[in-house]
């Protein structure tokens, strides 16, 4: 008796938030994907670095496969198979500090800017879907004692910052 009462109170309900959502966004809420659907495949090559530092391009590289495989309905594959490409360079890293300490002059926050530009390209028509320039990203670490956290963990902060950023700009306009 009462899963009939709770099926007749959660039809309408149920009925109710549907014909609010809306199958175009530009339209209000919808349940439609917020990514262009016309696309299946991304194929991700390593970002080149015009800087001096190395090794920031194959992290960043990889936070941003990680984050397309997980929050979009494309799929990593290689170029040869792929519909789109996202192609991206490192122009800048910089370190900024933030705070030191009174007693011994060290750094005690140090944060790191990484200045990247990146376009994501439909390859069947070779233009570009997104392109950003002068994209910045920033990771915080503390490499002073008692914590003493190296640089590759601001390096990971920074990547992980930059792939979330990438993927929300590849959503579709509304």
Request: proline share 5%; aromatic share 8%.
């Amino acid at each position: 008796m009462t899963a009939r009462i709770a099926a007749l109170v959660l039809l309408p309900v149920t009925l109710l938030l549907l014909t609010g959502c809306a199958t175009d966004p530009a339209q209000g809420y919808t349940t439609a994907s917020c990514f262009p659907t016309e696309y299946r495949t991304v194929a991700v090559p390593i970002f080149t670095n015009d800087t001096y530092e190395r090794g920031m391009e194959y992290g960043l590289t990889q936070a941003v496969i990680k984050e397309i495989e997980s929050r979009t309905p494309y799929k990593v594959v290689s170029q040869a198979r792929a519909d789109t490409t996202l192609v991206g360079r490192i122009r800048r890293i910089d370190r900024e500090q933030l705070s030191k300490s009174r007693r011994t002059g060290l750094t005690e926050e140090m944060l790191l800017r990484v200045t990247i530009d990146f376009e994501w390209k439909d390859l069947r028509t070779n233009k570009a879907i997104v392109q950003r320039l002068s994209f910045t990203g920033h990771g915080l670490f503390v490499p002073s004692n008692p914590t003493g956290e190296p640089l590759e963990l601001g390096q990971f902060a920074v990547a992980q910052t930059l792939a979330e950023d990438i993927v929300d700009e590849m959503r579709a306009d509304w």
